[in-house]
């Protein structure tokens, strides 16, 4: 192959996530071989693998056989140092300035999207969710507690968050079986066993974290960057009756346990780096070990498509992760601060990220506004919650100066629930 045929075969599509800006980090299955570390551009994944066996990962602290794991997680820990020159050297191979041997060597790593399953990136030992989004928790308090007292009197002097169900996390393509619960009818006063009506999406964000911490140490803002390896899409589902019932006074359990989807790409926060803004000011005055000096927020636009059974489609949400309240820096100090200790592939959510405006909002409960303002759906029909056969699919893509860098989806169809 000469070079301009070469250099050809790499064509990346106009407004892909995956472009040479990005670079992320994968687990999956090429034609069904074993399971195996990945990076994608464009269409096509890199078997990182590959590329080492033929000396193109030549990087002390990296062995094969690492790249062969069914997770990611030995990856992540041989720590930034490592990982982040496998991204550059990769972004070296696949740039005019690699040799022809080089470039064409590389082109033989890669293989179309399509002939890949992807899987799991990582083994997630412990999950925490996060409430962090004040225009979400305004809205919820709103519509539960009235405007006055939306926000809890301790939201606004530390990131509110709870300890969710690890396993229960799937990758992207997924099915989410429709959960069943203790209901309480609103024409009644006495539980019912049924399935959940009221079955709900959320829009959020998760960082995947890339380095322990001893148990009884802390980390601070300063440091919690390095601790964190990149971030995904994630889809808090929720059965908002079954959790409206069950959650007093101890918070969501059968209403939240029951599924999260996480998009199959970990983008790391090098490739995030120049989408880096300032977040909004604290509204009241933070104790030290939350305060943090520059921006740690990022411009990362973010949707919500909703998908019929007929394949018609509709974009019931646009948001943008930099309207957190607070940042994943602060979500990290505050985790840690009692001395609880992370471990590496550990994920925290960043609770629904709603906006500013009514198309904004981050879940059917604020969108719907309580089932009182349905969405109509291009079949004619609307859409309060959820309904069987429905797939949601999450998106989001930073993108400033020419520069894509994006997650491509986390998406789930509905199932019936299980007769019992």
């Known amino acids: 192959m000469n070079s301009v045929r070469a250099r050809e075969a790499l064509a990346i599509p106009k407004n892909s996530d995956f472009s040479i800006f990005n670079i992320p980090f994968g687990i999956g299955k090429i034609n069904g071989q074993q399971s195996r570390a990945l990076s994608r551009l464009g269409n096509a994944v890199i ?4 590329l080492f066996s033929a000396g193109l990962l030549d990087i002390q602290g990296l062995n094969g056989e690492t790249l062969l794991r069914h997770n990611l997680n030995d990856f992540i820990a041989l720590g930034k140092s490592v990982t982040s020159q496998v991204r550059k050297r990769i972004q070296y191979l696949a740039s005019t300035q690699s040799t022809d041997e080089e470039f064409q060597t590389f082109v033989r790593a890669l293989h179309p999207i399509e002939s890949t399953s992807m899987t799991m990136p990582v083994e997630v030992p412990n999950y925490t969710d996060f409430y962090s989004s004040k225009e979400h928790a305004f809205n919820v308090g709103s519509m539960f507690r009235g405007p006055d007292k939306a926000l809890m009197p301790n939201w606004l002097h530390m990131p509110v968050a709870y300890h969710g169900r690890a396993s229960s996390i799937v990758v992207s393509g997924t099915p989410i079986r429709r959960p069943r619960g203790q209901i ?28 322990a911490n001893p148990l009884g140490t802390s980390i601070s803002t300063s440091e919690a960057e390095d601790y964190i390896f990149g971030l995904v899409l994630f889809n808090d589902w929720s059965a908002r009756d079954i959790q409206k019932w069950e959650y007093q006074p101890l918070g969501p359990f059968l209403g939240k346990n029951f599924a999260s989807t996480v998009s199959p790409w970990i983008v790391t926060l090098e490739a995030l780096e120049p989408f880096r803004v300032q977040g909004p000011p604290p509204e009241k005055p933070l104790l030290p070990y939350l305060q943090e000096k520059g921006p740690h927020h990022f411009d990362i636009d973010l949707f919500v498509d ?14 943008n992760m930099k309207y957190l309240y607070w940042s994943m820096a602060q979500q990290l100090a505050h985790h840690t601060v009692n ?58 893509y930073a993108e400033r100066n020419g520069m894509r860098v994006g997650f491509g989806h986390a998406s789930g169809t509905i199932l019936p629930a299980i007769e019992i």
Not at 47 to 50: A, S
Not at 309 to 319: A, E, K, L, Y
């Open 47 to 50: 078997d990182l693998h590959h």
């Open 184 to 211: 309480l009818p609103p024409e009644g006063d006495q539980p019912v066993f049924a399935p959940s009506r009221l079955l709900d999406f959320e829009l959020e964000m998760a960082f995947v974290v890339g380095k």
């Open 306 to 319: 909703i998908q019929l059974p007929d394949g018609s489609t509709t974009t019931v949400c646009h948001s």
């Open 339 to 396: 001395g609880c200790n992370m471990q590496v592939g550990d994920m925290c959510a960043s609770g629904t990220i709603s906006g500013p405006t009514p198309d904004s909002y981050g879940s059917m409960l604020e969108l719907a506004w309580r089932a009182t303002r349905p969405l109509p759906m291009p079949d004619g029909s609307t859409r309060s919650f959820l309904h069987d056969g429905d797939t949601v699919i999450l998106r989001g």
